[in-house]
């Protein structure tokens, strides 16, 4: 290994170390207002987002534990986008918090947990990558320090993830007993249909299902996401989940593509399951957090659609859609936390004429929302039907037309918001807030991405013609 | 011809307008609004007469046949090597007619807002989204593939939505622009299930490659389509039938027409561009779009016939047993359109087969026109009495001379009477069907008469019959600008059928020889001129119309009336036999079985949501057993499968 190809092969994951080796130092240090580190710490992170973009090495390090290439690259800068983009949006929210350098040590931390899980090359690093990226995220979720509902959620989080965790170990250590290596290379050659496999396979698989709340394993989901404040509830919907998807879309077209049988049934029984029991909760929440919790299991399971198609489009067509989301979801949340800080109104009731008082918002809310629920020309539209293609390769019309029958359930609630915001009475309407520029300009990032990504192809075609063809 | 310029402005015009109308005029000029969108589409609408004309008379014909032209085409993503999909404009008989009718009358809805929608406070709102729509619509026909149709075809659904819920004061409007909005979406879903599986095969999106590749039966791609089949029925057939039900949303054809009665919630003039002349045709424009792949296909040619058909028939009835204007304007566009969709169910291709085609076009082209008069008559009426129902109107014509004319001459175009222009055009539509298939023939020649009764029924209610209290203080017929639009649409549903449409648009483009056969006239013209006289018996007067009439006649007129029990027996026929046995149980059937069918679907849902809370109970030892559950039953489904 020269040190050169260190530097270069980790520069993502070395950019993180430094910001929150940089913040500890700054804690050590002298007090300084709330507004100035923050502003400091999204130019650490805006700066953070350009370095990504310089360089895309490709190679591995430490006997292929670590690997990177451009897509991995483009991977974890999409994850930086949005990260940046959450942090923005939360000025409000962390200007009066008393511990805001430790949120964000906190949260870079599990970035940086994430970026080593999309790296690995191997199961133990991959194990490592997820822990680090998920211990911390309960310390986040319980960042609504005074309040109850938020301890309950962070410990609801730690008890089900330390669970999943126990599980999925369980699966990696069945995978070794019966292939005898750890590396994704060596436990290739070594699979097939054999039940000890399959139920490692499983287990392995349901620890995937759990982080992207794929029903049954997404509980705790809906109770995490309310209770948890609007910030991590964002993050962990839009950040962890893609970052999680990334492998899981990895791992599953090379490592495990021996089992491809096994787990395009798999698939195709989530897929359905999640997608529909997704929509079925939405409908009826009333909670905005918990609704788009919902919502965006229901998301998870067109995403999940997409995969089963294992198809040379299946690998572009879900990190174009995380995108996508990344952009649409943060649109719809930004409104959330923004309203939520302000005012502390989480309810959709609360929305009721919502566009008398706050024009602007209620036009980002609206155009968030029908990019998620995939109305065209919003890029969420482009990104749902690219998943529909992939998964259609496999010809499996079944899947497909409850896919898009969903679809027109997901408009109905989507819409349901969008009536509620423009068009129901309310005698006492959210007032008119005074948005913070940095929000402000986070929302706008947010609107441009749902317009440019679906219309603008290049987008589509650089992750295409980086995506490995199987 | 190098206009790719010109046509290129045609839809950009009308986008760049609402763009403007909608970032700056409620702000900055709310009340020239109006004026700036109508110059604009003015404009687009010059612009698409004269490429019109220059394509069909003085663009060269390749053995007759008139060349399709792509002025402008580039690629815009590329899906894999063989698969693209690309923006472009198509130039050829069908669109460039689309062009002039969409942009003529959405220019005539232009100016006749002008007057009607004086004073609204999101004047500038209106327009935009008029010009939203027009853009839309255009763009949707200009399309050179499917995929591009389809995103326009979406953005129209957006942009009606827009307008059919405008007054957005009104919980009805609310209720009729989510319904329209949500019926069509799952027509759409048809519509883009049909894309996956035609272009799936196919392997390209775009409609000429499309057209080739799937008509031809030595092709890969052709056997392709029709080696797959799913429930008996070869995936070609699964794919043009899913296909026609996007269409059949968009068109308001059953069971998928519920959306349409309440879509008038809009302002009328809005009904008189969407629900008239422009978006409800984009189905048959689907259809004809994709008709040579069509014909090849029997089987969804045929869904396509009796859908119509059955539409045009179900329509007309329900047509007559409604009081609001509006709501018969919109059923008879319903049946209307049953026409023109039958019309291309019976054709074949080529030559004298093709009649159907050729026919189709032509109704559509002329519908537009009349039908629009009749909606923008309507509006001015509304406009003068407040009210949508016929009881509070009556005698109108002594006050508003020009729209009673108007409204006449449409009447009369719509019921093909010679020489208006729907004479013509149902005309071919029957002589098709009369080759081709004598059961819809029948039943198109039945509900002609049926259109001209609820027609006269509708005019005599409106203009003579009785007389109406006007408040005090009205504003007469309306303004000049309202005026204008309904003389130029009246003189064009006078002389469009004059249009040798037959040398321009047919189904392979080589000019077709038509001729009127008189003899074969007469009884669809019959049919129609004696539903106008059972009209003018039962609702030219209020009542004891004939009461002069005995008095004069003595004893005569009463003998012969009590000997030929005419009255008696048409007004048995049509009050107790059509209203009561037919008209109102189908008018009951639509209204509380199709429609609670709809909403039944949506109540199961949230039923079902209900009552599955229950496992999102908030205890994580809960959690973790379903987690556990989920693990077990996927390893044991899963080992069974592969052991």
Redesign the interface.
């Given at each position: 290994m020269i040190l050169n190809d260190f530097f270069i092969f980790m520069k993502q994951e070395l950019m993180l170390l430094f910001i929150i080796f940089l913040l500890l130092l700054i804690k050590v240090g002298k007090d300084r207002s709330n507004e100035s580190l923050l502003y400091l710490i999204n130019l650490l992170l805006l700066i953070n987002v350009i370095a990504g973009f310089i360089l895309p090495g490709e190679g591995s390090l430490f006997s292929d534990m670590f690997r990177t290439n451009p897509l991995i690259a483009l991977e974890k800068n999409m994850l930086n986008i949005g990260t940046l983009i959450i942090s923005m949006q939360s000025y409000s929210w962390l200007k009066s918090h008393k511990h805001l350098l430790e949120f964000y040590i906190l949260m870079i931390s599990t970035l940086l947990g994430m970026f080593y899980m999309i790296s690995s090359g191997n199961l133990l690093m991959f194990y490592l990558g997820l822990e680090l990226s998920s211990i911390p995220l309960a310390a986040l979720v319980n960042f609504d320090l005074e309040k109850k509902a938020s301890s309950e959620a962070a410990?609801?989080f730690i008890?089900?993830s330390a669970?999943?965790s126990g599980?999925l170990l369980f699966g990696v250590s069945l995978i070794y007993g019966t292939t005898g290596s750890l590396a994704y290379a060596e436990i290739t050659s070594h699979l097939s249909?054999d039940?000890l496999q399959?139920?490692a396979f499983?287990?392995f698989?349901?620890g995937f299902?759990?982080k992207i709340s794929a029903v049954?394993?997404h509980?705790?989901t809906?109770?995490v996401y309310e209770g948890a404040p609007v910030a991590i509830t964002s993050y962990l919907s839009v950040i962890s989940k893609g970052a999680v998807l990334f492998v899981f879309v990895s791992v599953l077209y090379t490592v495990f593509k021996p089992l491809a049988?096994?787990w395009y049934?798999?698939l195709f029984?989530l897929s359905i399951s999640t997608i529909i029991?997704g929509n079925?909760?939405a409908?009826?929440q009333d909670n905005f957090k918990r609704f788009l919790a919902f919502s965006s299991i229901a998301q998870v399971g067109f995403i999940l659609v997409g995969i089963s198609g294992s198809s040379?489009?299946g690998t572009a067509a879900v990190i174009y859609f995380v995108l996508i989301y990344i952009f649409s979801n943060l649109g719809a949340f930004g409104v959330v936390s923004i309203v939520s800080s302000l005012t502390g109104k989480e309810r959709i009731s609360d929305y009721k004429s919502f566009y008398k008082t706050n024009p602007f918002l209620s036009w980002i809310l609206t155009i968030a929302l029908f990019s998620l629920a995939g109305?065209?020309?919003a890029a969420g539209?482009f990104g749902k039907f690219f998943l529909?293609?992939a998964g259609?390769e496999k010809g499996n019309?079944l899947l497909?037309?409850i896919a898009?029958?969903n679809?027109?359930?997901s408009?109905?609630y989507y819409?349901r918001i969008v009536?509620s915001v423009?068009?129901e009475p309310n005698e006492s309407p959210i007032e008119s807030l005074t948005i913070p520029l940095i929000s402000k300009v986070a929302l706008y990032i947010c609107l441009l991405g749902i317009v440019i990504l679906g219309l603008w192809?290049v987008v589509?075609?650089y992750i295409f013609t980086l995506s490995p063809i199987f | 011809m190098n206009s790719s310029l010109y046509i290129s402005l045609i839809p950009l015009l009308p986008l760049v307008t609402f763009v403007l109308l909608g970032l700056f005029g409620r702000k900055y000029f709310n009340s020239i609004s109006g004026i700036i969108a109508t110059f604009s589409l003015g404009f687009s609408c010059l612009l698409s007469i004269s490429i019109a004309y220059q394509y069909f008379f003085h663009s060269e014909r390749v053995n007759g046949v008139l060349q399709q032209i792509i002025p402008v085409k580039f690629t815009?993503?590329?899906?894999?090597p063989g698969l693209s999909i690309d923006m472009g404009i198509v130039l050829d008989p069908l669109s460039a007619m689309m062009l002039v009718v969409i942009t003529f009358i959405s220019l005539m809805v232009h100016i006749f807002s002008l007057g009607y929608m004086k004073g609204e406070a999101r004047f500038a709102t209106y327009y935009a989204f008029l010009s939203l729509f027009t853009f839309s619509m255009l763009g949707l026909v200009m399309s050179t593939n499917i995929f591009q149709m389809?995103?326009f075809w979406?953005?129209v659904g957006?942009s009606s939505f827009l307008l059919i819920?405008y007054y957005?004061e009104k919980p009805s409007a609310?209720a009729a622009a989510?319904k329209a909005?949500?019926v069509t979406?799952?027509a759409d879903?048809g519509f883009?299930?049909g894309i996956?599986?035609l272009s799936?095969h196919a392997q390209t999106l775009d409609f000429q490659t499309l057209i080739t590749r799937l008509t031809d039966p030595q092709s890969a791609q052709y056997l392709s389509i029709t080696a797959g089949s799913?429930l008996g029925v070869s995936m070609l057939t699964w794919g043009l039938v899913l296909v026609f039900i996007g269409g059949a949303g968009k068109s308001a054809m059953f069971p998928l027409h519920i959306w349409l009665p309440d879509a008038m919630e809009g302002p009328t003039p809005v009904s008189a561009l969407i629900h008239a002349a422009t978006m409800v045709v984009a189905g048959v424009y689907l259809v004809a779009r994709l008709f040579p792949i069509f014909v090849f296909d029997s089987a969804a040619l045929t869904v396509v016939t009796y859908v119509g058909a059955f539409s045009a028939l179900l329509a007309a009835i329900i047509a007559c047993t409604q009081t609001d204007i509006k709501r018969v304007l919109a059923y008879s566009t319903m049946s209307q359109i049953g026409f023109m969709m039958f019309a291309l169910g019976v054709s074949g291709h080529g030559g004298e087969e093709g009649l159907g085609y050729m026919a189709s076009m032509f109704h559509l082209f002329t519908h537009a026109f009349f039908k629009s008069l009749l909606f923008l008559g309507a509006g001015a009426v509304i406009h003068l009495v407040h009210s949508n129902e016929m009881i509070d109107m009556g005698g109108l014509r002594k006050h508003m001379p020009i729209t009673h004319i108007t409204f006449l001459i449409a009447c009369l175009a719509i019921s093909g009477i010679p020489p208006f222009a729907g004479f013509f055009s149902k005309e071919e539509i029957l002589t098709a069907a009369f080759h081709a298939n004598k059961v819809v023939f029948f039943i198109a020649l039945f509900t002609s008469g049926l259109t001209a009764f609820y027609m006269f029924r509708l005019y005599f209610s409106i203009f003579w019959r009785g007389e109406v209290h006007l408040h005090g203080e009205h504003h007469g017929e309306g303004t000049l600008s309202m005026k204008i639009p309904l003389i130029i649409l009246g003189v064009l549903a006078l002389i469009a059928g004059f249009v040798p449409f037959s040398q321009l648009i047919t189904s392979d483009g080589i000019a077709l020889e038509t001729h009127v056969d008189l003899l074969f006239s007469l009884t669809p013209v019959a049919m129609a001129v004696i539903g106008i006289l059972i009209a003018i018996r039962l609702y030219k007067t209020e009542n004891n119309r004939s009461d002069g009439v005995a008095s004069a006649f003595g004893g005569f007129y009463h003998a012969s009336y009590k000997k030929f029990y005419v009255d008696e027996v048409y007004l048995f026929i049509t009050k107790k036999i059509i209203f009561n046995f037919i008209g109102r149980p189908v008018a009951w059937f639509d209204k509380n079985i199709i429609d609670e069918l709809m909403n039944q679907s949506?109540a199961i849902?949230?039923a079902?949501?209900?009552n599955?809370?229950g496992?999102?109970s908030?205890k994580?030892q809960?959690?973790?057993m379903?987690?556990f559950?989920?693990?077990l039953g996927?390893?044991a489904?899963?080992?069974y499968?592969?052991?």
């Open positions: 410990m609801k008890l089900s669970f999943s599980l249909t039940p399959i139920f499983v287990l698989l349901a299902a759990f049954p394993f509980f705790w809906a109770d049988d096994v049934g798999m029984v029991i079925l909760f409908i009826r040379s489009m109305v065209p020309p539209f529909l293609i259609a019309y497909i037309s898009a029958l679809m027109i359930v408009f109905y819409l009536k423009f068009m192809s589509y075609d | 815009w993503l590329q899906f894999s389809y995103m979406e953005l957006v819920g957005f609310v989510k909005f949500i979406r799952f879903l883009l299930i996956l599986i799936f799913l949506a849902t949230a079902v949501s209900e599955i809370k496992l999102q908030g994580v809960g959690y973790a379903y987690f559950w989920g693990i996927l390893s489904l899963f080992i499968l592969f052991n």
